[in-house]
């Protein structure tokens, strides 16, 4: 929600002469974004997202997540793509960090969204995960299991100061899911953040995915279960099925999903509820006074894993319906 | 800095159902202001900004801020202009906020002006004095003498803890502005925050200006003073008297001050100095933990003002230069 890296007028205009892409008429920081700068700029050409990638993006990752994007965008997924300079480079550096310009895309993110909303974002996760088949490139999850077990280790003695008694549940959430997590199943290149404000929708129709800075290798099913997280609760709390059965339905009419894939739903969405957690807890525990970037609340998703460690079967996500 | 209130994807199109402005394509929240929540907001046939007036605006001044941006808009003065309704309403309401759509003004602020960039400013900001002298409505200046009265009281007795004998020095300060403050010279409508983030140049031409919230009724002249704090100082704390020059002689040209305002411009600087450095200060004492917005540095006008204080004659800024 941010602006990190203040660009001159000066250093945009010379940036800018690496492109064909026009003259600078307008540039403006938007507060989208908590890990980078993100500038929305104009040119007599065409309108595109500058991005400035800050301390939190490890630079080594950049070349997978720029070539997922163009892969992704040459299958026809509609997505923000980077734009290439006129010696073919997309990534770039700007003010001392790495930068790239990026396609701009059209859309408004639903802060509500709908069953129709989440039939449709089941379906683009279910193509882009068709779509990456053939993406040669990997990255490691550094947000599955080992990542939370370190995640989960440092903030285990001071997690109660968030909420009595949620240091005990998490070591007893992580037994859990160390013992129990799945491997054996269909895996590829997921999104792994794809929440209602990575999403697009112009007049009700999907337009666009963004942010693809934490994308993964991992199975398949696990970016599934982060959907269900991100998009079935309501504001209150409560999980609705009927955005969760069109979310799968969505994704399985593209993409269906193998029995032991639905029969992972629940141990998959109890792992992303404690993913977001621990991250959020994290964040809590070590927020900087005086920081620009407000810290989500981590009890969210503790809500969320309480609701997940109820489930027995993937039924009760409406799994089963319309298969 | 920041967006202080979130509208929905369903709030924007209900609010702009009200316009006859084409269906919204994009909406941004943008990091502009300090004050109030801005939006970037394209429609099929146009691009806005989108202000929603947060806390820091009385809303009673709404119609004037409006008012005079319409005003300027007929008088041919490139700024931005606040867009009327089917109804013919500029002044809405959104989210429970006062809030406007205003047109959008392609250009970039110039971080470093140059005495080029001063001169345009200066023939710039003298267009505007000439076009309000018809404007109809006014503001009284809550922030000159009175206002700063208020101000350093408020702050006398803590400025210490910013830098020792702050507090000592503002108050000898306003003793000599009070005695000394100008009174009789020609008045208008002034813009009264001018800094560089609020004009936008485009192929080094001036192409508007924006941020009209702290407009009120003054001397005209010490809105030229506090473009000389504004613009004509270098990031070292030198004063660039060249810059200031063509500042003054860009105004000259457009509208010629006269002797008593030209000799009255060591006190403006002074004031204007002081009254950014109690604002400053204020905001620095009651600085937020964990606040979104940036305190800016009050010892960058104390600096300021002691060059002033040394100031014996409207020459030292170049005043007399190409009158």
């Known amino acids: 929600m941010a602006v990190y890296t203040n660009v001159s007028a000066d250093e945009i205009a010379a940036f800018m002469a690496d492109y064909d892409m026009g003259e600078v008429v307008s540039f403006k920081g938007i507060a989208e974004g908590t890990e980078n700068s993100n500038y929305l700029l104009s040119t007599t050409k065409d309108r595109f997202i500058l991005t400035l990638y800050e301390k939190r993006v490890d630079a080594d990752d950049l070349p997978f997540f720029l070539g997922l994007m163009d892969h992704l965008a040459h299958k026809g997924i509609t997505c923000a793509t980077p734009i290439a300079d006129k010696n ?48 040669n490139l990997s990255r490691k999850n550094d947000l599955s299991l080992s990542g939370w077990k370190k995640l989960a280790t440092t903030c285990e003695d001071r997690a109660d100061e968030c909420q009595t008694g949620l240091g005990e549940l998490i070591h007893t959430e ?15 290149i997921i999104h792994a953040d794809l929440f209602p404000d990575n999403v697009f929708f112009l007049d009700g129709k999907l337009s666009g995915l963004i942010d693809y800075y934490f994308a993964c290798s991992d199975m398949l099913c696990y970016d599934v279960a982060i959907c269900l997280n991100a998009w079935c609760f309501e504001a209150d709390g409560s999980f609705n099925v ?43 525990l070590n927020r900087a006074e005086g920081a620009l970037v407000k810290t989500k609340d981590p009890l969210e998703f503790l809500s969320k894993l309480q609701f997940h460690q109820k489930v027995s079967n993937a039924s009760e996500y409406g799994a089963d319906i319309k298969k």
């Open 174 to 188: 992580m037994e859990y899911l160390s013992s129990n997590w799945p491997s054996d199943l269909p895996s590829g």
């Open 88 to 135: 073919g480079n997309a990534l770039k550096e700007l003010c001392g960090r790495p930068a790239a310009l990026i396609s701009f895309l059209d859309g408004l993110s639903v802060s509500h969204p709908n069953a129709g909303n989440c039939r449709q974002l089941g379906a683009a996760l279910a193509e882009m995960h068709l779509a990456v088949a053939d993406f």
């Open 242 to 284: 009927t955005k969760a059965s069109a979310l799968i339905a969505g994704y399985n009419k593209v993409r269906p999903l193998a029995d032991n894939e639905i029969n992972s739903l629940p141990i998959f969405c109890r792992g992303a509820s404690l993913r977001f957690m621990l991250t959020r807890l994290y964040d809590w």
